[in-house]
């Protein structure tokens, strides 16, 4: 399980450092990768391709991992992210869930997002 958990916080610095150096070693050859936000790319071609145009307009400014849940094959990472893209500053939190092939390697990801600012509504009764 920690070597599964190493792959993915060495995936996340990636973002922060721009360098994709290593990513085939982590993911595999068909990898899908569905994006929280609609995107999803097929492939480690078209993966990155996206982290380089991305990477072209925005830089990650904290990917923080706050947990990880291992199920065996599967790994679900609970993070908070903030980037600059394009000038505009934005954070929120989210949820991955990951599944390794029989080689270790990542072949499917699925992010989910949450606003990060919470409130409490009923807080005062």
């Not at 599964?4 to 070693?25: C, H, P, V």
């Not at 925005?58 to 199920?71: A, D, R, S, Y």
């Amino acid at each position: 399980m920690k070597s599964r958990e190493k792959k993915i916080q060495n995936y996340f610095n990636m973002w922060l450092t721009k360098s994709t150096t290593g990513i085939d070693a982590i993911f595999d050859d068909n990898i899908i990768y569905s994006e929280c936000y609609g995107p999803e790319y097929n492939g480690i071609e078209q993966v990155k391709r996206w982290f380089s145009d991305w990477c072209s307009h925005g830089t990650v400014l904290e990917w923080h991992i706050k947990q990880f849940i291992n199920q065996d094959k599967k790994t679900v990472v609970e993070w908070y992210f903030k980037c600059n893209y394009d000038g505009v500053i934005n954070g929120f939190d989210g949820v991955s869930l990951i599944e390794f092939n029989n080689n270790e390697k990542i072949y499917s990801i699925r992010e989910f997002q949450s606003k990060a600012e919470h409130y409490f509504p009923y807080s005062t009764m």
